[in-house]
């Protein structure tokens, strides 16, 4: 059965790349959730003032991945306990936020944080966003697939050019 995901944990191209090679994501779109602002643009994002997040919308067929797998991939991806950043990005857009469409996603995703600190798995609080999907926009065509259009498998090298 096909079913979405909706997450932000920071840049959202190496999100998408991280999807993109899963067996059972049929599609992932890069786009902008979680604020205030009708069809945003990345550079109003990029203000910090929209409320939005940079986030990737994932089509997925759940008789061969799983939501709560899917939720693994998003917790060993990116640093679920740094406020409003990832690596070097700095600004409520780069997140961590799960966005739920339903009460079971939203249950999943609550017991996964709770697992995760009952364990200790990091060594900081966690600070990701559980919260209903808004509206997504979908994020400019040159986001899209940005690193695979770039020869590129990660944002490593995107952050060595920032640096």
């Known amino acids: 059965m096909i079913e979405y995901a909706l997450f932000a944990a920071g840049c959202f191209w190496g999100v998408q790349a991280t999807f993109d090679a899963i067996p059972g994501?049929?599609?992932?779109e890069v786009g902008y959730t979680g604020g205030d602002v009708i069809n945003p643009t990345y550079e109003q994002v990029c203000t910090d003032t929209t409320g939005h997040a940079e986030a990737v919308k994932i089509t997925y067929d759940n008789k061969i991945v799983s939501y709560e797998e899917l939720l693994?991939?998003?917790?060993?991806?990116h640093n679920p306990t740094t406020l409003n950043q990832q690596g070097p990005d700095k600004g409520s857009q780069y997140r961590s936020a799960i966005f739920y469409f339903n009460e079971s996603q939203k249950k999943k995703a609550l017991s996964k944080i709770q697992e995760l600190e009952q364990n200790k798995i990091f060594n900081q609080p966690m600070v990701t966003e559980v919260v209903p999907a808004k509206e997504f926009y979908p994020a400019e065509e040159y986001h899209q697939k940005y690193l695979e259009k770039k020869g590129k498998k990660s944002c490593f090298s995107?952050?060595?050019?920032?640096?």
């Open 72 to 77: 693994d991939i998003f917790f060993k991806n």
């Open 25 to 28: 994501v049929i599609e992932t």
């Open 158 to 163: 995107c952050f060595l050019k920032k640096l």
